[in-house]
């Protein structure tokens, strides 16, 4: 029922900045920690930031720097400013949360269905 849903991938061009967003949709989720994976042609999965609900924050070596992970007002959205892009940051952006289902209170992970960042050179 509940779902993630990511924003703001597109195409640029190297150097440029984009701001990806993600929110829950479609269910009663109380969200914990998010976090913000990536995909990248012929390559593994690889995680590109975390925050957790107190907002202590991970990055990537590849991406210390340039990109900056971020909650928002409601609890339920997570941002991911990426600045400085690279042809190497093209991918596939994933969401991901983790959290209590409500009223239930299981624990619970989700994915978003992903959006594509193309930087060209």
């Known amino acids: 029922q509940v779902q993630l849903v990511e924003s703001g991938g597109g195409l640029v061009q190297a150097g440029e900045s984009l701001r990806l967003s993600c929110a829950t949709s479609g269910g009663l989720f109380s969200v914990n920690d998010m976090a913000w994976y990536r995909q990248a042609p012929g390559k593994q999965r690889e995680l590109v930031a975390s925050?957790?609900?107190?907002?202590?924050?991970n990055y990537a070596d590849s991406v210390k720097g340039r990109f900056t992970i971020s909650r928002g007002d409601a609890e339920n959205t997570v941002y991911l400013q990426m600045n400085i892009l690279k042809p190497e940051d093209t991918a596939v952006y994933y969401c991901h949360a983790d959290g209590v289902g409500v009223p239930l209170g299981r624990w619970l992970e989700i994915w978003g269905p992903g959006t594509l960042v193309t930087v060209s050179s």
């Open positions: 925050i957790t609900f107190g907002g202590n924050t």
